[in-house]
């Protein structure tokens, strides 16, 4: 008996709910009723870099070996170490990807203001970066390596010291530039904006001496032939760096604890090993390489 009545039910049910939709307009009908196969949209990350810092991160004018079109860049694309990353965060949290081409000083801005969900861009955890953006945990870490001429009188410095007198620079707002101080009797120029300004000035002979991490070295000296890469890990006498100085971090909003704690997730799921393998991956991808 039971069944009967509650099969009357449902049908008196139905047939109120058909009589209300044609009551309807055509577009509140197809609102109130949701297509068939529809799938809820993605949320979209948006993830902030300077497209200029390879190994990390550069522009192509195409989408070969895995570029990322840029989004406020008709026509570009957006590749390398930093991109191979967001890709993989992206995924595993399941949003789409959007790259978002920032000037390096307009990055941690643009995570604060909301413009960007995030900022992924060979940036160091410091305590003043600390004060106006929240950072994942680390998902490159980087030592501070020397790059000069290969004629140059400083390509046999097997430390520091041997640094001597040299005049020097890097990139402006980096820990690199702090690094220079290091250096004895250093000649410390401006810092420049960005890397392929700073390898201009290195081969033309403007300064002696370019600070930076090893991935943008390796990168540097690989497509430069007369450039080489000084490691002073091993003498005793090496750049000093801390921790937060050489950790890297992905970037995000102070408020956005969630976004945080799903990519620190992602994060936990790429090991070490993947990380320098898709490190060499962007290294050997990088254009001035082919």
């Known amino acids: 008996m039971k069944k009967r009545v509650l099969s009357a039910m449902l049908c008196a049910a139905m047939a109120f709910s058909m009589f209300s939709l044609a009551g309807c307009s055509k577009s509140e009908a197809q609102s109130a009723a949701p297509a068939t196969g529809s799938t809820a949209a993605k949320k979209v990350l948006k993830v902030g870099m300077e497209c200029s810092f390879a190994p990390y991160n550069w522009t192509q004018a195409d989408d070969s070996n895995g570029a990322v079109a840029i989004s406020n860049s008709s026509g570009e694309y957006a590749n390398g170490y930093d991109v191979m990353m967001a890709k993989k965060i992206a995924d595993a949290i399941g949003y789409d990807l959007q790259i978002v081409k920032t000037e390096w000083d307009g990055l941690a801005p643009g995570v604060s203001s909301g413009k960007l969900d995030a900022a992924i861009a060979g940036m160091s955890i410091t ?164």
């Not at 904006?193 to 943008?216: Q, R």
């Not at 408020?255 to 962007?282: C, F, H, P, V, W």
Request: hydrophobic share 40%; proline share 3%; with cysteine.
């Open 127 to 290: 305590k003043d970066r600390l004060q106006t953006v929240d950072f994942t945990d680390v998902y490159y870490k980087a030592s501070i390596y020397a790059l000069v001429k290969s004629d140059s009188k400083y390509a046999s410095a097997k430390s520091v010291s041997d640094l001597k007198g040299a005049s020097c620079t890097s990139q402006q707002n980096t820990i690199w530039y702090d690094m220079l101080k290091q250096i004895p009797d250093a000649k410390i120029q401006p810092a420049m904006k960005n890397v392929p300004a700073l390898i201009v000035a290195l081969t033309s002979g403007k300064t002696e001496v370019f600070v930076t991490d090893k991935p943008t070295a390796m990168a540097a000296s690989s497509t430069n032939k007369n450039l080489v890469m000084l490691d002073f890990s091993k003498s005793g006498d090496d750049f000093k760096a801390s921790d937060e100085q050489v950790n890297l971090g992905i970037a995000v909003s102070k408020s956005a604890t969630d976004l945080k704690a799903a990519i620190n997730k992602a994060l936990a799921g790429i090991n070490e090993a993947d990380r320098d393998k898709i490190m060499q991956d962007a290294i050997s991808k990088q254009p001035m390489a082919q």
